[in-house]
């Protein structure tokens, strides 16, 4: 079963704007990842985020995590159509070796 | 360096055939993973290998599906034999250690078609 789940499963936007995307898990984890997938580069890792951390950066990414909520959500800011991608979010739960659980997905497209 | 390499990208079968899926993780890393992706679905963890031991297969359907990793670098996955619902892209990811909080590195992945 999946472990985290993505909200919205597709998202379009316009070149320039901001997309967020959510994640929502189940069991208490160690930390969470967020990965991109387009068919040009696979998947690829974008920003980790511990379990006692509340808010990360990385260039134009913002992740931000609330284990008492169970949830997390990325921000790409000023999107490029380059963003156009695949989003997703993946767990690695406490004791769990480096074993990670992958969402559903958020499928965003930026239109020029 | 050279990132995770898997052969072959493509591939067409009918049910009940068999089928291979290589991997070659990035050098030096001792943990490599095994990931079936259906079509509009996150990966889903098939098999850990760690070195040449297997650390986690249980989501790995075993009465079809099998893995080594025998001299603790490459890997090959076999599906014997195949069903329609074994159609999906196959990904391959390695990482440097177990337990710490490394990301992985994905392999392009391998499609299969099963018919």
């Known amino acids: 079963s999946q472990q985290g789940e993505e909200d919205p499963q597709a998202l379009s936007i316009q070149e320039g704007e901001n997309a967020t995307m959510n994640c929502s898990y189940k069991?208490?984890?160690?930390?969470l990842q967020w990965y991109r997938q387009n068919s040009g580069r696979g998947l690829v890792h974008l920003i980790l985020?511990?379990?006692?951390?509340r808010e990360k950066h990385s260039g134009r990414l913002r992740v931000t995590l609330d284990t008492s909520k169970k949830s997390s959500s990325l921000l790409i800011t000023a999107s490029r159509a380059a963003d156009t991608a695949s989003y997703f979010c993946a767990t690695k739960k406490e004791a769990a070796g480096n074993k990670l659980t992958f969402g559903g997905g958020t499928r965003v497209l930026v239109k020029p | 360096e050279a990132g995770v390499a898997q052969s072959p990208r493509y591939k067409i079968i009918e049910k009940r055939q068999s089928v291979a899926f290589w991997c070659n993780p990035i050098s030096g890393h001792a943990t490599l993973y095994w990931y079936q992706q259906i079509l509009g679905q996150g990966p889903k963890l098939l098999i850990q290998?760690?070195?040449?031991?297997?650390?986690?297969d249980s989501q790995l359907p075993k009465d079809r599906f099998s893995a080594e990793r025998l001299k603790g670098v490459d890997s090959t996955l076999k599906i014997q034999p195949a069903k329609l619902e074994d159609s999906a892209v196959y990904l391959c990811?390695?990482?440097?250690?177990?337990?710490?909080?490394?990301?992985?590195?994905f392999g392009p992945g391998t499609r299969l078609t099963v018919l």
């Open positions: 990811a390695s990482s440097s250690h177990r337990g710490l909080k490394n990301e992985q590195f």
């Open positions: 069991t208490s984890i160690n930390n």
């Open positions: 290998f760690q070195n040449n031991g297997v650390v986690d």
């Open positions: 985020i511990r379990s006692n951390e």
